[in-house]
């Protein structure tokens, strides 16, 4: 069924379920975000896409775009005094706790935040978005990562400090990364999954050659996850792309 | 980037800005190149297309592909009328008539359109130093008209204006080598990307969009109806490019070179050549004299990667981080 919402002024009709941050994107409408991404469920953590919502008469109330759902007669605000005054303090504070992380830096500078107002971690970019926690839940299926301690305290780390049993080195987490402080690299036949720096190991793979040109190309759990997911036969997913065409 | 397999794809963006359904043959490297270069930069953008492949089979009248907007513009001004586009938005926003946001102005054009005819705007658009993206997609011929050859064109390539027979052996020349007369021009960002690897591809794209000031992108486009391959190998064609080192996938960002595939060991010569028939009539000589060729073309660039890395490891000794190297502003009054 397509309701009608108000965004900044523009009204447009969009399905029920959709939430303000979709809604105001089709319009153009453009919100900032750091902890979003289309493939996960919206999690609310970064607080940087905030609004303001309203009936359009009484008080407006300040929610995260991303997973506040429209309804019909809601009229949002997405650039209002009180909301740019807020997202700095979010930018303030992110800054401060993180103040090497480049998008952080870049959006806070976009709302005339360079300077943050408290000292935070300069050696620690991961600003707990939580989105590798996510997609390696929600996408691969796998949860290999997750996140340890509350408050100040909390950290995004493999279980119980160890290599993940579970872990398949596909890489999703680091491509998700906002602040790229995942890092993924293949030095001969051995895979890294590292965080920040190579202090903070992982998990490393050992990459299985391919059977006709002799490079290595897949960690051997990965080989293992995907045959069982996808029921392949032992013969299949042995050469690497680039060998393999099609029928091999 | 390109150590990224099976869940990845699922993470880029799931809208289609370019639909299905458009007349390009089957097989076509440059439509998946579109798809994902469009995915990348998302709807906040202006494109202009000069004729070639992309532009004929897109936009058959009153038909489009396209789900942002688009300008189509002759072979040789593609260059010349994005810049004039990023001029218009600039005054329009300093005048007020239009609100501040940021608006990647894309330009994309074939080799032809781009090494050839479109070749002086292109330059100058560069050296004027307009915020635009430049995407060159190679498919090496004149495809689009019939399989000419351009000055993109491989050495050795059959095509319908370099026959070989007794006398030829087709394509006498050497392709021109545009991504390095590009980074020869000192603008921001240069890089060389394929649609085989998608995840590389979308990263340099976002790069490229960031980055204050031109960029050039050079894709490669297998095009299996003027490479005389079987449709069913261009993703596979596209990554022994890559690893045999006939198409290194480098980018030169502030001058810094970084080579984002670097196999070690060159793949041979003969898995990337012999799936095409254009390169058939070619004997084990001239393969050599190739092989000779490409393998020099790689090692000059890896000098140049190792050189800057140099430079590099210096600003990072002083910075304490890696980051990219920023190129001091022209003093230009910016308003």
């Known amino acids: 069924m397509a309701i009608t919402v108000t965004i900044d002024g523009r009204t447009t009709s969009v399905e029920e379920g959709t939430t303000i941050l979709h809604a105001a994107r089709d319009l153009g409408i453009e919100i900032p975000t750091l902890c979003h991404n289309d493939a996960v469920e919206p999690y609310g953590v970064c607080r940087v896409c905030i609004v303001e919502a309203s009936d359009g008469k009484g008080r407006a109330k300040v929610v995260t775009s991303c997973n506040y759902e429209v309804w019909d007669g809601l009229h949002v605000q997405t650039g209002s005094e009180q909301i740019m005054e807020a997202r700095r303090t979010i930018l303030d504070l992110l800054l401060s706790a993180h103040p090497n992380a480049k998008p952080v830096q870049d959006l806070a500078a976009q709302y005339g935040v360079t300077e943050p107002s408290y000292t935070g971690d300069p050696e620690d970019d991961c600003i707990l978005c939580g989105l590798c926690v996510r997609v390696c839940d929600q996408v691969v299926g796998v949860s290999a990562l997750g996140f340890s301690n509350r408050g100040p305290a909390r950290k995004m780390v493999s279980p119980f400090l160890d290599p993940s049993p579970t872990c398949i080195g596909c890489g999703s987490c680091v491509y998700v990364c906002p602040t790229r402080c995942l890092h993924i690299v293949d030095e001969g036949n051995k895979r890294v999954l590292y965080k920040q720096d190579r202090k903070n190991v992982f998990k490393e793979f050992e990459l299985l050659p391919c059977l006709s040109c002799g490079r290595p190309f897949l960690p051997r759990e990965q080989l293992e996850y995907v045959r069982k997911k996808f029921k392949l036969p032992r013969k299949l997913a042995q050469t690497c792309p680039t060998c393999g065409g099609p029928g091999v | ?335």
């Open chain 2, 1 to 335: 980037m390109e150590n990224f397999n099976v869940f990845v794809p699922r993470l880029l963006d799931a809208r289609e800005y370019f639909s299905a359904g458009h007349r390009a043959c089957q097989g076509c490297g440059e439509t998946v190149a579109i798809r994902q270069i469009l995915k990348a930069v998302g709807r906040n953008m202006i494109l202009v297309n000069a004729t070639g492949c992309s532009e004929i089979f897109s936009s058959p009248f009153p038909q489009t592909a396209w789900h942002i907007p688009w300008i189509h513009v002759a072979f040789e001004n593609s260059a010349a009328v994005a810049s004039g586009v990023e001029a218009a938005l600039k005054t329009l926003e300093r005048k007020g008539r239009l609100p501040k946001r940021e608006i990647c102005v894309m330009a994309i054009a074939g080799d032809g359109a781009t090494a050839d005819i479109g070749f002086q705007a292109l330059s100058g658009a560069m050296e004027r130093g307009h915020n635009m993206v430049y995407v060159c997609l190679d498919n090496e011929a004149y495809m689009n008209t019939g399989i000419q050859r351009s000055s993109s064109t491989p050495f050795g390539a059959m095509t319908t204006t370099s026959p070989p027979g007794r006398l030829s052996k087709g394509q006498k020349t050497w392709k021109k080598n545009l991504p390095e007369i590009m980074a020869a021009h000192d603008i921001p960002y240069v890089a060389t990307l394929s649609p085989s690897y998608p995840f590389d591809l979308v990263r340099k794209v976002k790069r490229a969009v960031e980055v204050e000031g031109p960029a050039y992108l050079h894709v490669l486009a297998v095009c299996p109806t003027g490479w005389r391959s079987p449709t069913a190998e261009t993703i596979r064609l596209g990554r022994l490019a890559a690893e045999s080192g006939v198409f290194p996938l480098y980018e030169v960002d502030h001058g810094r070179y970084t080579i984002n595939l670097d196999p070690g060991e060159l793949r041979p010569l003969k898995d990337y050549l012999g799936i095409q028939g254009r390169f058939r009539h070619l004997k084990p000589e001239d393969l050599e004299y190739i092989e000779e060729r490409v393998q020099a073309n790689f090692e000059k660039l890896r000098g140049k990667a190792r050189m800057t890395a140099r430079e590099d490891r210096k600003d990072r000794k002083k910075t304490g981080r890696p980051r990219p190297r920023q190129v001091k502003k022209a003093a230009r009054s910016k308003k």
